[in-house]
């Protein structure tokens, strides 16, 4: 990796260009709480100004620039001499400004399954290719454990990340159009000074206390206790509302409908995201639902988080960032869910 130095209205005037040639998509400040905290959202903006790099976290990830809740995958229309099928790739160039270590990780994870799996899709990979991502270093936010999941940095998964010094961002160079990027701007070469500062900010950052959540032997616990009562605890209290994978950055389950229009002229196959929780979501033909109940609902977005996914790459799904337990209007957190299962384990 490459590093510079950029100064503070560097930034602006890289953000200013980006706005007058293609979308930008950043942090934006929304509405604030009953108790005066602020609520952000990933939106489009017109200047730097409606950025607000300081944000905590978003309520729902920026996964939605990359996987719709609803995209149009095909086209199809009938007539006398048979049916065709258009499929076209919509997208704009994009760019997205100041996600944090953990959504960045997010976008890592969703390109092992939906640009480099069994089974690569392009409507993500062209959208992936064709957003500009800037990522931006900040203190945890309240109740995630993105340490524990190792999603609290980053080394790849965006063209610049920026680390904030005071004066000045330490600026890591994730590609050739960063570099380019970066040129055009007039960032600075590394100085001793600047790498000593980058690196205080650095232990700073990883100073701050947040959950500790050892998850190294969660897939065998897991496994272990498959059959616990705790998932009934747990599951119980769903609602089935399938919020948590909406807002979730590395949920990635979908539906595929058809519609047909009245004269059956013409159709459109449609993919929705969807949630493990939702109640049809284990539901086949003829009726019969391999996941009937709550709890083991609840159970297979565990597994799959923590279990599935690291069997299959290496690491778990989830990055930590905590959306998914200040969504859920039962209070299902992952952080209680994960220690419950481990002081079950020890019991
Ligand atoms: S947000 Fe909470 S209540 Fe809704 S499906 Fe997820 S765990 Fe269940
Ligand atoms: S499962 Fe929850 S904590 Fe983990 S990445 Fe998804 S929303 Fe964040």
Known sequence: MLFRTLPKDGLR?????????????????VADRADGRPIHHFLPVASFD???????????????????FVESLSTFSFDAEGWRQEIRYELEPRAIVGLHACDVNGLLKLDKVLARDHYPSPYYIARRRNTFVVGIDHEPCDGGFCR???????????????????DRYFVAIGSDRG???????????????????????RRHLAAIEQPAIPVHHLPNILDLEFSSELWARWGGRCLSCGTCAMVCPTCYCYGVTERVSMDFARGRKLKRLYSCNLVDFAEVAGGHNFRPDRETRLKYRYYHQHRGFVEEHDEPKCVGCNRCGRACLSGINPVEVIRDLQTEERA
């Not at 070469?189 to 205080?200: A, I, M, P």
């Open 13 to 29: 005037v890289l953000v200013e260009q980006m706005i007058g040639e293609v979308e930008v998509i950043g942090p934006t400040r």
């Open 50 to 68: 409606d950025i607000d790099l300081g944000y905590e976290t978003t309520e729902y990830s920026a996964k939605t620039y990359f996987l719709p």
């Open 148 to 166: 524990s999941v190792h999603a609290d940095t980053v080394t790849r998964g965006c063209d610049l990340f920026l680390t904030d010094l005071g």
């Open 179 to 201: 570099y380019s990027a970066m040129q055009r701007v007039g960032s600075s070469e590394v100085s001793e000074r600047d790498s000593d500062d980058y690196l205080e900010v």
